[in-house]
């Protein structure tokens, strides 16, 4: 406990403060308990309402927590039925619904089910308890392919990554060691495709993928992506500061420029490799446009795109669309958890200057 | 475009190894299906047993989103691709791509019986070609949440009751309940249209091409925005997209913040299956206007696509899923209406559901279905339908915005139409 | 960890480094042959095969669709219309007014874009920066709040569109809380200075942590010795942070301010969940029109699309060379001084 005091009450001090705060600790303080509400409240919200009902996704006001509605078994009737919070008159209980008629509901003690009582409608509020829809979970297993669309998910991520750090990595060490002619052209070309977002070019690069014949295939949703500017600056950035006397020494020692690729400068950018694989899983994890217009069969279905499937013409089912949203959402997590400690060590080792 | 198309492939044909593309097996049949509600489930039963009484033919039902359907299908026709049967709405817009059934049925003359009325809602204007039959028929009209009326002690409008009617009723409940408004209808020209109509628009010119706004339609506009302006109408469904995109206000009555909804039959299954006990609601046909109180007609039609290499495997998957005790079934699962014309004679659908709003409601539809008037019930079957919905939706709502002045809106929507039809001018 | 992070690399590099070893024979007479050069080229020729192929041939395509009408999907079929399309889109007797233009939504959309990227890039730096700062202190936990501002970024942006549109729809989570304070709700996506607050509120809210790192790295290579020194001399923090650390900041600000600004003009993902172009047009962006007009709307016109879209292009080609002509002046600048 006195860690965690330690840990939140550790201040600057110094001279400007008062009471040992320092204003630059105010903000500090402030402005990490303001980031943890915003960053973390509405991922928290999504996850809470992944549990829902229907029924009570579209209610307003809206309850933090999932509720469901409580029942009771009552002498005289099949099924349990749902209990209420009555205040009228009468004063406050809690009583099972029959029925309701219009504005009357019928109600009855579930100590005492012989005698009706008629409640208006109005004075009545659902019992409810905390409880889970896990339904909205199971069931999209059971009447949707989820395995098979997490193999295409999981095939797509891996392979577009891998050839996505073999590539861009071939890529920025042509940049960043070589000197030739219409280098700087081919900079240029990198950083224009930095500037076209798919929906500009998506009918012409649909006639494209369509004639080559990767429609409905699975590398036609890996090759196009794989070739990303944001990847070759940022190894470029780390190779520029590996020192070029290794390349040097290496040549001496009658090093093809295939191994000096391979053995000394690949492993050297291992920090940016890493940053970079998370952000292609990442990306390729979460992509959905490029997936939706390439593949129209189920049996390659990503998952982004099989999740679509719950948003009919005139009916859209929140509920499952939100579960599997919380599912697709853990796997990038986890990634990013294992990796995490790379990106400062591999964004600072590019010393971007 | 074929020899572009091979040419193409030949010259890249390298980049081809190691695909993992899957090939389609003689006997396979896709469908390309969406679904609003349990429509997907039924089907994948039907086939089911299609398929243990054909073991030759194995179907494939793809369920995708509705967008699917709407923006990357007509984009796949066009390459001479898709799938061998698809459910869609744009009948009309895509019918260059539907395969001609005829030579491949064992009796064609079945389907001109039974779905002979809509066929021209999927067909080439003057082609007498059978291209598929629609799955379910639907109509525009309105739903009321009685209970909001009971408990605010307003009558709900009778029979023959106007737009003016329904909206000032609505507006005394919202008034005494404390809704978020009267009344809401969906973002779409296609929900408006049975209204337009009813104050005596035509959106069909002479000469086939679409006509300016007429009177009709401008009355109706300037009563939305009215109602916009006076808070009767629900803001957001209109004001909070732009473009032609859709949005529907089920949720909002679903949530009993809005005693009236005008929408159409299609949600019947949603709104039982979200409201369950929570209330009573009614379905209350088409408000009336000057000249009638029309609704306006459509469904999903299920189309074999021109470009299929099984077509008699189509044809006979077809034939089976046009069956009078198939669609009888369909119908009384999905909760839908049928178009089937043996099955609407014969009547005596038994609705699987226990809620009891349900039968009264689809009811008052195949009652309001006699309403449709000439002008409407010529739309589903115009080529340039589509395009004139999207006009309205878009220029209406940015006049409900506040943007422009409704003036300016009806002038744009001409020009909106009359630039589409330019450009499609050649083709 | 370790251990198993290094039999997994091994069991993944063993059959890599066969396959490298492998081609190596064939590369070195490539290399003989045509010497760096040809090195160069081949290392590059994967890479640039699929910009090519993926990138650069639909963008001409989309020059040839830019001069075409009709409502052909495939050029071939098209009609050849020279600069009709661009005319069309330009044609406006009062360019402060889009009531007076052919495509009014065009002008709307572009200036709706430009009012977006300025407020939006401005706020994102400030807020990047200041999030930099502080996560460059001491903290215990430094990776964790790390993982807290850098969480929105892991989410595809169809996700925090949603998200968002819960918290801020009429019946929303935020106006419930409002009510619960006692505060009147605000239609927050009805209304529309408060919708486009949202879209660029939303747009920071996922991109933050991406642009916070990147200025950390930069902060993290700043040496320690000259912020001691400035101690010693009992600078205020102020000056130091004027003084010391934005200058060394430079140029990964630089860095961060070119891609943020790419990305803004570009945006249209997590806008587009969020309020669909609305109220009216007042979120309607520019690449939002290019999809509905050339895809999604039920009145296409790709040949237009494709003329807007080049026009779009040519406006982020400007920004970014007026970026690095800035940036290199104040490289020299600094070097002078």
Same mark, same amino acid.
């Given at each position: 406990?006195?860690?965690?005091?330690?840990?939140?009450?550790?201040?600057?001090?110094?001279?400007?403060? +008062?009471?040992?705060?320092?204003?630059?600790?105010?903000?500090?303080?402030?402005?990490?308990?303001?980031?943890?509400?915003?960053?973390?409240?509405?991922?928290?919200?999504?996850?809470?309402?992944?549990?829902?009902?229907?029924?009570?996704?579209?209610?307003?006001?809206?309850?933090?927590?999932?509720?469901?509605?409580?029942?009771?078994?009552?002498?005289?009737?099949?099924?349990?039925?749902?209990?209420?919070?009555?205040?009228?008159?009468?004063?406050?209980?809690?009583?099972?619904?029959?029925?309701?008629?219009?504005?009357?509901?019928?109600?009855?003690?579930?100590?005492?089910?012989?005698?009706?009582?008629?409640?208006?409608?109005?004075?009545?509020?659902?019992?409810?308890?905390?409880? =889970?829809?896990?339904?909205?979970?199971?069931?999209?297993?059971?009447?949707?392919?989820?395995?098979?669309?997490?193999?295409?998910?999981?095939?797509?991520?891996?392979?577009?990554?891998?050839?996505?750090?073999?590539?861009?990595?071939?890529?920025?060490?042509?940049?960043?060691?070589y000197q030739f002619r219409g280098r700087n052209a081919v900079m240029l070309t990198v950083l224009a495709t930095l500037m076209i977002p798919?929906?500009?070019?998506?009918?012409?690069?649909?006639?494209?993928?369509?004639?080559?014949?990767?429609?409905?295939?699975?590398?036609?949703?890996?090759?196009? *992506?794989?070739? *990303?500017?944001?990847?070759?600056?940022?190894?470029?950035?780390?190779?520029?500061?590996?020192?070029?006397?290794?390349?040097?020494?290496?040549?001496?020692?009658?090093?093809?420029?295939?191994?000096?690729?391979?053995?000394?400068?690949?492993?050297?950018?291992?920090?940016?490799?890493?940053?970079?694989?998370?952000?292609?899983?990442?990306?390729?994890?979460?992509?959905?446009?490029?997936?939706?217009?390439?593949?129209?069969?189920?049996?390659?279905?990503?998952?982004?795109?099989?999740?679509?499937?719950?948003?009919?013409?005139?009916?859209?089912?929140?509920?499952? +669309?939100?579960?599997?949203?919380?599912?697709?959402?853990?796997?990038?997590?986890?990634?990013?958890?294992?990796?995490?400690?790379?990106?400062?060590?591999?964004?600072?080792?590019?010393?971007?200057? | 475009?074929?020899?572009?198309?091979?040419?193409?492939?030949?010259? =890249?044909?390298?980049?081809?190894?190691?695909?993992?593309?899957?090939?389609?097996?003689?006997?396979?049949?896709?469908?390309m299906w969406y679904s609003d509600g349990v429509e997907g489930e039924v089907i994948q039963d039907l086939l089911n047993r299609f398929m243990e009484a054909n073991p030759g033919i194995n179907v494939i039902l793809d369920n995708v989103a509705y967008k699917v359907v709407q923006e990357q299908l007509p984009i796949q026709l066009e390459a001479g691709e898709g799938p061998d049967i698809a459910r869609v709405t744009n009948l009309k817009l895509l019918a260059s791509h539907w395969l001609d059934l005829t030579p491949h049925l064992a009796d064609p003359e079945y389907f001109n019986t039974n779905f002979g009325a809509y066929a021209?809602?999927?067909?080439?204007?003057?082609?007498?070609?059978?291209?598929?039959?629609?799955?379910?028929?639907?109509?525009?009209?309105?739903?009321?949440?009685?209970?909001?009326?009971?408990?605010?002690?307003?009558?709900?409008?009778?029979?023959?009751?106007?737009?003016?009617?329904?909206?000032?009723?609505?507006?005394?409940?919202?008034?005494?309940?404390?809704?978020?408004?009267?009344?809401?209808?969906?973002?779409?020209?296609?929900?408006?249209?049975?209204?337009?109509?009813?104050?005596?628009?035509?959106?069909?010119?002479?000469?086939g091409k679409p006509a300016p706004v007429d009177a009709g339609t401008k009355e109706f506009a300037q009563k939305l925005v009215q109602w916009v302006a006076d808070g009767k109408m629900l803001k957001d469904t209109w004001?909070?997209?732009?473009?032609?995109?859709?949005?529907?206000?089920?949720?909002?009555?679903?949530?009993?913040?809005?005693?009236?909804?005008?929408?159409?039959?299609?949600?019947?299954?949603?709104?039982?299956?979200?409201?369950?006990?929570?209330?009573?609601?009614?379905?209350?046909?088409?408000?009336?206007?000057?000249a009638g109180c029309s609704g306006l007609a459509g469904g999903a039609g299920l189309v074999a696509v021109k470009y299929t290499q099984n077509?008699?495997?189509?044809?006979?998957?077809?034939?089976?899923?046009?069956?009078?005790?198939?669609?009888?079934?369909?119908?009384?699962?999905?909760?839908?209406?049928?178009?089937?014309?043996?099955?609407?004679?014969?009547?005596?659908?038994?609705?699987?559901?226990?809620?009891?709003?349900?039968?009264?409601?689809?009811?008052?539809?195949?009652?309001?279905?006699?309403?449709?008037?000439?002008?409407?019930?010529?739309?589903?079957?115009?080529?340039?339908?589509?395009?004139y919905y999207g006009a309205l939706a878009n220029r209406i709502s940015q006049a409900m915005a506040g943007e422009m002045s409704l003036d300016d809106a009806f002038a744009r929507i001409d020009t909106d139409v009359a630039e589409a039809v330019a450009a499609a001018g050649g083709n | 960890m370790p251990r198993v992070s290094e039999i997994a690399g091994a069991v993944v590099t063993a059959p890599l480094a066969w396959a490298a070893q492998a081609i190596d024979p064939a590369l070195r007479f490539w290399q003989r042959l045509t010497g760096q050069g040809g090195m160069a080229a081949f290392f590059l020729l994967p890479n640039m095969t699929v910009f090519g192929l993926f990138v650069i041939l639909p963008l001409i395509f989309n020059f040839a669709y830019s001069?075409?009408?009709?409502?052909?999907?495939?050029?071939?079929?098209?009609?050849?219309?020279?600069?009709?399309?661009?005319?069309?889109?330009?044609?406006?007797?009062?360019?402060?007014?889009?009531?007076?233009?052919?495509?009014?939504q065009f002008l709307i959309a572009v200036r709706n874009t430009a009012l977006f990227v300025v407020l939006q890039v401005t706020l994102l730096i400030v807020t990047a920066t200041i999030t930099a700062l502080i996560l460059n202190r001491e903290l215990r936990g430094r990776s964790f709040w790390r993982a807290v501002f850098f969480f929105p970024v892991l989410l595809s942006p169809v996700v925090v569109g949603l998200i968002w549109r819960w918290i801020l729809q009429r019946d929303g989570l935020l106006n419930a809380g409002m009510a619960g304070v006692g505060l009147e709700p605000i239609n927050w996506l009805i209304e529309r200075n408060w919708a486009f607050a949202a879209a660029i509120g939303v747009t920071i809210w996922a991109h933050l942590g991406f642009y916070t790192l990147i200025l950390l790295a930069g902060l993290q290579a700043i040496p320690k010795d000259l912020y001691e020194a400035a101690e010693m001399d009992g600078t205020r923090p102020g000056r130091v942070f004027w003084r010391i650390t934005l200058p060394l900041l430079m140029p990964n600000l630089l860095v961060v301010i070119v891609l943020a600004l790419i990305r803004a003009v570009q945006v249209f993902d997590e806008a587009f969940v969020l309020t669909g172009g609305g109220p009216g047009t007042a979120t309607l962006f520019l690449t939002q029109y290019i999809y509905e007009v050339g895809f999604a709307s039920l009145l296409k016109n790709p040949g237009l699309a494709a003329a807007a879209s080049i026009l779009m292009g040519g406006v982020l080609v400007v920004l970014t060379l007026l970026q690095l002509a800035i940036g290199k002046r104040n490289e020299k600048r600094a070097k002078l001084k």
């Open positions: 406990m006195s860690r965690v005091t330690a840990f939140l009450t550790r201040r600057r001090g110094g001279p400007g403060s +008062i009471l040992g705060w320092h204003w630059t600790d105010i903000v500090t303080f402030g402005w990490l308990a303001a980031g943890l509400i915003v960053m973390f409240g509405p991922a928290l919200w999504l996850i809470l309402s992944s549990f829902k009902t229907p029924a009570q996704l579209v209610e307003f006001p809206p309850s933090f927590l999932p509720f469901e509605a409580r029942t009771a078994v009552v002498e005289g009737f099949d099924e349990p039925l749902p209990l209420y919070v009555v205040t009228d008159e009468q004063g406050p209980r809690t009583l099972a619904e029959v029925r309701r008629v219009g504005t009357v509901a019928q109600m009855v003690d579930p100590a005492n089910p012989a005698e009706v009582q008629r409640v208006d409608i109005a004075d009545r509020v659902p019992d409810r308890q905390f409880g =889970l829809a896990l339904e909205n979970y199971t069931e999209p297993f059971v009447h949707f392919d989820f395995l098979l669309y997490l193999r295409n998910s999981v095939f797509v991520t891996l392979v577009a990554t891998a050839i996505t750090l073999l590539t861009n990595s071939m890529a920025a060490f042509a940049l960043s060691k798919l929906s500009v070019i998506l009918v012409p690069l649909y006639s494209i993928i369509s004639a080559v014949g990767l429609f409905n295939s699975l590398w036609g949703v890996i090759l196009p *992506t794989v070739a *990303t500017p944001t990847g070759i600056f940022l190894l470029r950035q780390y190779m520029l500061t590996i020192p070029d006397e290794l390349l040097e020494a290496a040549r001496m020692d009658h090093a093809s420029e295939w191994q000096i690729y391979w053995r000394i400068v690949l492993p050297l950018t291992a920090p940016a490799l890493a940053v970079l694989a998370i952000f292609s899983v990442v990306w390729r994890w979460n992509d959905f446009l490029w997936p939706l217009v390439v593949l129209s069969r189920r049996e390659v279905y990503t998952l982004q795109v099989g999740l679509n499937t719950y948003a009919g013409e005139l009916n859209v089912q929140w509920q499952y +669309i939100l579960s599997m949203t919380v599912v697709t959402m853990i796997p990038v997590v986890i990634v990013f958890i294992f990796l995490q400690r790379f990106i400062t060590t591999g964004i600072a080792g590019t010393g971007l200057k | 475009m074929t020899t572009r198309n091979l040419r193409a492939k030949g010259a =890249l044909a390298a980049l081809a190894l190691g695909l993992m593309s899957t090939t389609a097996l003689a006997g396979d049949v896709r469908i021209d809602w999927m067909r080439e204007d003057g082609s007498s070609a059978i291209n598929g039959f629609m799955t379910q028929l639907t109509l525009t009209g309105g739903f009321a949440n009685q209970t909001l009326f009971e408990q605010a002690g307003v009558e709900m409008p009778g029979e023959g009751a106007t737009w003016d009617d329904w909206v000032n009723a609505a507006a005394a409940v919202q008034a005494s309940q404390g809704t978020a408004a009267a009344f809401a209808i969906d973002r779409s020209g296609h929900r408006i249209s049975g209204p337009n109509v009813s104050y005596g628009a035509n959106y069909i010119g002479a000469d004001v909070a997209a732009s473009g032609s995109t859709y949005r529907a206000a089920a949720d909002d009555f679903v949530n009993a913040q809005i005693p009236f909804y005008y929408s159409g039959s299609w949600q019947i299954a949603q709104l039982s299956s979200k409201i369950g006990d929570a209330f009573d609601w009614v379905a209350t046909g088409s408000p009336c206007g000057t077509a008699a495997e189509v044809a006979k998957v077809m034939e089976f899923l046009a069956q009078e005790d198939v669609v009888r079934e369909f119908s009384e699962r999905t909760l839908f209406l049928p178009a089937h014309k043996g099955v609407v004679e014969k009547g005596g659908l038994v609705w699987q559901t226990e809620d009891k709003n349900v039968g009264p409601a689809l009811d008052v539809f195949i009652a309001a279905s006699t309403q449709i008037a000439p002008n409407a019930a010529s739309l589903p079957s115009w080529t340039w339908a589509t395009v | 001069m075409t009408s009709g409502t052909a999907l495939f050029l071939a079929d098209r009609e050849f219309v020279g600069l009709a399309q661009f005319q069309r889109l330009l044609d406006c007797s009062d360019f402060t007014d889009p009531a007076t233009c052919q495509e009014d």
